[in-house]
């Protein structure tokens, strides 16, 4: 690896750092704290038996009358002052612990103890000292505590379980200071608390229940002869004042990086990346450089440094005899190296990209924080040559081809600690983008609220969300689809409403929002609305649909919806009025969705492909939505426009549907409905021919000698397979022909001989649409309401009634209706709505009486026998031309009184 170093720059002026860090190697801390999850020991006292667990009152009341007040020393001196020290205590000769499991769950707390404290690689015994019993009141004062054995370095206090609150230990060393919550409610678990002899530590008064905990010494065990000093807590407090001063003078400055980043030694997963988890230098170096950058005002997270590299590079083949899977291997060299892929067998010639970042991030609570890609740049990683003859965690190397040469990929993964001064936390966040930003802005916004408050927390807050805005709204909105982490803009929208800023939630939604929409914002922009008030809602959501309405109509759509949903009782009227514009702005957009544009893109189509689908719930949406905002006049001028385009909004699958689920009927949605039956009629009043032969009418693109032969192929009214013996370069150009010309045809190929042959077969796919499209417009006729056939026996009964037509006994059997059944007098007063569902079951008898012509459709249909309420056909066929059927059928008429007739199609 040394021929193909890495090629990354480090920062070359934090030398004193690195020689400081280098005498910082023994991890842990004064103090270290913990629980466990243990099956409860046996634990007998003497005079009151065997302890359960939690440890009753009853039982501790028996405890402590086998016990003593304890005592504390001063000097020499053995002091009984209950204003000093108020607990009880029983020696350890009166405490018997055992059980299967305490051993070895002993064991495991005296490990996370030994690690905590920096005592790994040596041998450390605890040996059980007292048994304690704080009772309400009980306390100790601050002390320290004295050696009680040889080797004592510290003492270890396991907490039993035991119901009570308070008591907190309070451990200070060199100048810090920590509390721990011993009050543990879990009957499962006991919580731990270890620091060295030379803490200053006290106990903090029980303010309820009773805490009962096993104090025990820790011990050095060494040999007799040794003469190792005594283990005392790991100082490195001048290492951190010089580390801290380092930091404030290499970070602050015009010309100072923006952060740096210390490469750990050890290898860790991004899974298994905490500082809880870092080993031996790692942890006692983090722990300086963490203490350090607190006190240099700056903050301090660890992650995954990223390093990816690409670009030219050529076999290393220099004296080599042979190749074996894509290496070259030295006379000299053994067999096994070829096969492993760590062995360099290329050199690289020059790197053409490269990628350095940070990402997986853990806080010092080591808790994963979403900062995402964080640019690397140069001089902001050591320490200088970490990364030297190192290998790539992942590397490959692609022989050259064709006129491409030989190219290499490599990549690096390591964990670093990753330090910059809080003042520019905002700009190092903003390299990856202003998504990264928001959980810091969430920091902020959150402490504004926090009780108490900072008195500067809102103009923090407030001066990073400007910058957050501005930075957003100087962001090219390009990507896929919009711009960087298009997702997070709902986020930052809500962010700055609960900041409560109307100017900051303005200039947001118009400046980025209403550029970069993609319907995600809905329920932040709906939120936002009440801070921006009526007027203003109605001017920036306008224009947003404006903008967006040809590519995004159902989010547009749903965003006026949820508008005028946003309370159970009606619009107010000042909403009322300004929604109209935003409707208005909607309705008349309807006639440009799908349209395209001259600026349009790849990414207006890939806007489009994500959008919501234009189908019912588009329409019942905005009609009711209408008919909610009192605007009869918008309404009827959306069902014009629907109308219009029946591409777009088809009567079947679209407008039908939506006529059946509206909340609000008036003149426009009758007017729709009456587009939809004459539009079905029309299309629906004679059923599709079926194909007399084989012929296709279709003309080709292309005039190669295999496109001619496909096109007289598709002209041929007999022949229905054709085979095309051909390479296979050919054969995919007529894979093409076929599907883009959407020729009804398979094209398989026969995998025989050399070459290939391509085995074309003509199907009936375009008639089996058409048929379908005919059974969907048949089906369609009778669903508004679900109720057709009650509507034609209410209107056949309306017009009896009023052309004095004779009366039936049962209702009429609609495939005899003629034109003048159902006819209405010119001077009859029927109302509109009326006359115009009786010309639609004009309509409706003169198709039901081309059974013929319905026979037809069933030769593509499944071939069964049933009753249905809309026509369906069963046929028998006989040969025409080879491969085409004549359909033959007969229509009966069956009766279940009293619904509606239903028609019955039987095969002859």
């Known amino acids: 690896m040394a021929r193909n170093p890495i090629h990354i720059e480090y920062h070359d002026e934090l030398q004193p750092l690195e020689t400081l860090l280098k005498g910082v190697n023994r991890a842990g801390d004064f103090f270290a704290t913990g629980t466990a999850e243990i099956p409860m020991p046996r634990l007998e006292i003497e005079g009151a038996g065997v302890l359960s667990f939690p440890v009753p009152e009853s039982q501790i009341q028996e405890v402590i009358r086998q016990a003593t007040r304890a005592p504390y020393g001063r000097g020499e001196a053995t002091i009984l002052d209950e204003s000093v020290r108020k607990v009880w205590q029983l020696p350890a000769e009166r405490v018997h612990l055992g059980g299967k499991s305490w051993t070895a769950s002993f064991d495991g707390i005296l490990k996370q103890v030994v690690a905590g404290l920096g005592c790994q690689g040596m041998k450390v015994a605890a040996e059980l000292y007292k048994l304690l019993v704080y009772d ?103 290492q951190i004042t010089q580390a801290a001063a380092l930091l404030e003078a290499n970070l602050t400055g015009p ?58 590079a050529e076999p290393a083949y220099q004296d080599y005899r042979r190749r074996r899977w894509g290496r070259y291997i030295e006379d000299d060299e053994e067999d096994e190296q070829a096969d492993d892929p760590d062995c360099p067998d290329f050199d690289v010639i020059e790197v053409c990209d490269a990628r350095h970042y940070v990402a997986q991030w853990r806080n010092q609570r080591d808790e994963p924080v979403p900062f995402g890609e964080i640019p690397l740049e140069a001089g902001e990683l050591l320490p200088a040559g970490a990364l030297d003859d190192e290998k790539p965690d992942e590397q490959r190397f692609h022989e050259a081809s064709g006129n491409e040469g030989a190219s290499f990929e490599r990549s690096y993964h390591r964990a670093a600690l990753v330090v910059w001064r809080r003042e520019r936390y905002a700009e190092v966040l903003l390299q990856a983008g202003v998504a990264a930003a928001l959980p810091y802005l969430k920091e902020k916004v959150e402490a504004c609220a926090a009780q108490p408050a900072l008195p500067t927390a809102r103009q923090e807050a407030l001066a990073l969300a400007r910058l957050l805005v501005n930075a957003w709204r100087d962001t090219p909105s390009h990507g896929y689809p919009h711009g960087p982490q298009p997702d997070k803009r709902d986020g930052m929208l809500s962010l700055l409403a609960e900041l409560g800023d109307a100017t900051l939630v303005h200039d947001f939604i118009a400046d980025v929002v209403t550029r970069d929409y993609d319907g995600s914002e809905n329920q932040a922009l709906v939120a936002a609305a009440s801070l921006l008030g009526a007027k203003t809602t109605g001017a920036l959501f306008t224009e947003l649909a404006r903008q967006h309405l040809r590519c995004l109509p159902a989010e547009c759509v749903n965003l006026l919806g949820s508008l005028t949903t946003r309370t159970r009782s009606s619009v107010p009227a000042e909403w009322r009025e300004s929604l109209r514009g935003l409707a208005e702005a909607i309705v008349a957009g309807l006639s440009q969705i799908d349209e395209s544009a001259p600026g349009d893109d790849w990414r207006t189509w890939q806007i489009r492909k994500q959008a919501l689908p234009s189908d019912a ?143 074309c077969t003509k199907d009936r796919r375009s008639y089996q649409r058409r048929c379908e499209q005919y059974r969907q417009d048949i089906a369609a006729l009778t669903a508004p309401g679900n109720s057709w ?54 309509h409706k008898a003169q198709a039901h009486r081309a059974s013929d012509q319905r026979a037809q459709v069933a030769a593509v249909l499944k071939p069964t026998t049933r009753s249905i309420s809309s026509p369906t056909c069963s046929t028998a066929s006989s040969s025409v031309l080879p491969g085409i059927a004549r359909p033959s059928a007969s229509c009966t008429s069956t009766r279940s009184p009293p619904a509606a007739p239903v028609l019955k199609f039987t095969t002859n």
């Not at 490469?263 to 170096?285: I, N, Q, T, V, W």
């Not at 069902?639 to 777009?648: G, S």
Request: hydrophobic share 40%; proline share 7%; net charge positive.
């Open 617 to 759: 719930r588009l329409v019942i949406r905005l009609l009711d939505t209408l008919a909610r905002l009192e605007a009869p006049k918008l309404r009827d001028a959306a069902v014009r426009q629907l109308a219009t385009r029946p591409a777009l909004f088809d009567p079947v699958t679209v407008l039908v549907p939506a006529l059946e689920a509206l909340r609000a009927w008036d003149a426009a949605s009758t007017r729709l409905w009456e587009h939809c039956a004459a539009f079905l009629l029309e299309r629906s009043g004679r059923p599709p021919e079926a194909p007399r032969d084989w012929r296709q009418n279709v003309k080709l693109s292309c005039t190669c000698p295999d496109c001619r032969e496909l096109q007289q192929f598709a002209l041929d009214p007999v022949e229905q397979v054709h085979r095309f013996r051909v390479r296979q370069d050919r054969r995919q150009h007529l894979h093409h022909q076929i599907e883009h010309h959407h020729l009804d045809m398979t094209h398989v190929t026969e995998r025989k001989g050399s070459p290939q042959t391509l085995v």
């Open 255 to 312: 010309d100072a990086p923006a952060k740096i980043a210390w490469l750990l030694e050890h290898h860790y997963s991004p899974d298994g990346l905490a500082f809880a988890g870092l080993k031996a230098a790692d942890a006692a170096r983090v722990q300086v450089l963490a203490q350090a950058a607190a006190r240099a005002g700056c903050v301090a997270h660890l992650g995954i440094v990223h390093i990816e590299e690409s670009g030219s």
């Open 789 to 842: 056939q009650n509507r034609v026996r209410r209107l056949y009964s309306i017009h009896r009634h009023r052309s004095n037509a004779p009366r039936l006994g049962r209702p009429p059997d609609v495939r005899s209706w003629t034109a003048a059944d159902v006819s209405v007098p010119a001077n009859d007063p029927l109302p509109e709505p009326q006359r115009v569902q009786i010309r639609v079951l004009q």
């Open 136 to 238: 309400p009141g009980g306390f100790f004062l601050a002390h320290r505590d004295t050696e009680k054995a040889g080797g004592m370095f510290g003492t270890l206090v396991v907490v039993l379980p035991s119901t009570h609150r308070g008591g907190e230990l309070v451990i200070r060393h060199g100048g810090r200071e920590v509390t721990v919550d011993l009050s543990g409610a879990e009957v499962s678990e006991v919580m731990f608390a270890a620091f060295y002899a030379d803490c200053e530590h006290e106990v903090r008064p029980i303010r309820d229940g009773h805490r009962v905990c096993l104090v025990y010494n820790l011990i050095q065990q060494t040999a007799p002869s040794s003469r190792a000093q005594p283990l005392v807590a790991p100082a490195y407090e001048p």
